[in-house]
């Protein structure tokens, strides 16, 4: 008789196994999942990855930079992908080559009821964002530029 997984081992198994990088956020916006595709994607490690901040301008370091904050930094959603319908928005990758590798995120809200009982009102709170990137690269003019001049 096979062995019977959880559901989060099935889960992970599926999403390791996809070619579209996937990461999942916190309310905080820290990254809580990561597949292989995301981590050979921005050249890092699991370790290095999870528990880091998405944010804008999370480091103040050089942008073009191999630190996992500014590998974080680059995977930032939008504002609005917190709102009921998410949003997309390209996300980037500094590859081995220093130049920086865009790609187009779509990011799916995750949000939890939050139940007033003192006002009898209901609404709803995000609790994270899913992210699903495309697997191929944008081939724009800002691809033929340096990571350093963009």
């Known amino acids: 008789m096979p062995k019977k997984r959880s559901k989060f081992t099935q889960l992970a198994r599926v999403l390791d196994a996809s070619i579209q990088p996937v990461y999942f956020l916190d309310s905080e916006q820290e990254i809580v999942y990561c597949n292989q595709a995301l981590l050979d994607w921005v050249g890092c ?6 528990g880091r901040r998405c944010r804008y ?7 073009a930079s191999h630190d996992p904050d500014a590998i974080a930094a680059r995977l930032c959603p939008p504002a609005e992908a917190f709102t009921e319908s998410g949003a997309s928005a390209v996300v980037a990758a500094l590859g081995h080559d220093n ?3 865009r790609r187009k995120a779509i990011f799916l809200p995750l949000s939890e009821i939050d139940i007033d009982t003192k006002n009898a009102q209901e609404s709803t709170r995000p609790t994270g964002l899913i992210a699903v990137v495309e697997a191929i690269d944008f081939h724009d003019t800002a ?3 340096p990571s350093s001049l963009v």
């Open 45 to 50: 490690s699991t370790d290095e990855l999870i």
């Open 57 to 63: 301008h999370s480091t103040p370091g050089e942008p």
């Open 143 to 145: 691809r033929q530029l």
């Open 99 to 101: 130049w920086l590798h």
